[in-house]
């Protein structure tokens, strides 16, 4: 399931929500751009207007930016409506899914039906990573795969040629291929989104949530080859994009210099906590996005110990293909990073005495 309940925790401890900070939501460290908030101060008298149902306004700023048509396009509340409208539309039978990786693709499908699915393994001691050859031949008596990339929550990926020949194979079989790019922002250049109007059984899903930390607006979006689209469409609730969502979302894509400077902090934040979790002899896996996966063998203690003061980071050992010794962290603002390994080094310094 998500990171980020803050509400819960606050309640546990008696505290306002500011005051919970979280690591469990991998959520750009800049926030929300100073362009989308005078956006949506602009916008609030308009509230009492139904949202535009085809989020029309948005997508053509998509269409654009993006080299799509717009019929090709589909605009939802987050990515995750679409996660829980894939299965209800294309009624797989035999899925394949990596594991581990989010945990709403399964709960999503066992929601909508009881399809066969498969495992495929990412092993700890490969770092995670996919064996291409390995996961094509699982590919050949399935009618869905689901690929997260960069994956959640162990911050690899594949790149965008390895994705492309998964993606053309699956056609060759007539088998849909989900590419869940919730992170791809981080890492623009390994989309495969220009694909789908060349592959009928492509549908990509990009998130406003990660990169542009627009997450308690919700909205996300599909893009398909358009016949998908007509599909997905026709079983769309109506109305799921509110209006300052709509409106927020077309600023946050334009908002370049946003986009400059998540990479300029990310690189300097990245920089400081790979050093200190090192002198902490916390292991960290590669990651080139905004988030770590993470290995300590007190790692459910660790996690405990943080929540008791207010920080809240993401335990892993509940993922398939994950023990207990994993848990997942952000990067967040300095003062946030300094404070997670003030208290990291405390706790453990008490572990061992």
Not at 36 to 41: L, M, N, T, Y
């Amino acid at each position: 399931m998500h990171g980020g309940n803050i509400y819960k925790l606050a309640e546990e401890l008696h505290l306002p929500e500011r005051k919970i900070i979280d690591f469990s939501a991998s959520i750009n460290p800049l926030g929300v751009s100073k362009k989308v908030k005078a956006e949506i101060r602009k916008h609030l008298k308009y509230l009492h207007n139904y949202p535009d149902p085809d989020c029309m306004r948005f997508i053509k700023h998509l269409s654009r930016m993006l080299q799509l048509p717009e019929e090709a396009l589909l605009a939802g509340n987050g990515s995750t409506e679409f996660i829980y409208l894939i299965p209800l539309v294309l009624k797989p039978e035999k899925v394949l899914l990596p594991a581990p990786t989010f945990s709403e693709y399964e709960r999503a499908l066992r929601l909508r039906g009881n399809p066969d699915i498969e495992h495929f393994i990412l092993k700890r001691d490969a770092l995670f990573e996919f064996s291409i050859d390995e996961f094509m031949a699982k590919l050949t008596d399935k009618d869905m795969v689901y690929i997260c990339n960069p994956n959640n929550p162990t911050a690899n990926y594949l790149k965008k040629e390895e994705l492309v020949d998964i993606a053309q194979y699956c056609k060759k079989q007539k088998t849909y291929l989900l590419v869940d790019e919730a992170f791809i922002d981080f890492l623009p250049e390994h989309t495969i989104i220009e694909e789908v109007l060349r592959n009928p059984y492509l549908m990509v899903l990009r998130s406003l949530t990660k990169f542009y930390a627009l997450t308690g607006l919700r909205i996300g979006y599909m893009a398909a080859h358009p016949d998908l689209i007509k599909r997905f469409r026709a079983y769309k609730e109506p109305w799921t994009v509110n209006t300052l969502a709509q409106r927020a979302a077309v600023v946050a894509i334009k908002d370049r210099y946003y986009k400059k400077e998540t990479f300029r902090v990310l690189a300097e934040e990245k920089a400081f906590l790979e050093r200190e979790l090192q002198k902490l002899g916390i292991t960290f896996y590669p990651s080139e996005i905004n988030f770590y996966l993470l290995e300590h063998p007190r790692a459910a203690n660790i996690v405990k110990s943080l929540k008791k003061k207010g920080i809240l980071i993401r335990y892993c050992g509940n993922f398939d293909g994950l023990s207990d010794d994993f848990f997942r962290i952000a990067v967040k603002s300095h003062r946030e990073n300094s404070l997670l390994i003030k208290n990291l080094k405390n706790i453990l310094l008490n572990m061992h005495q």
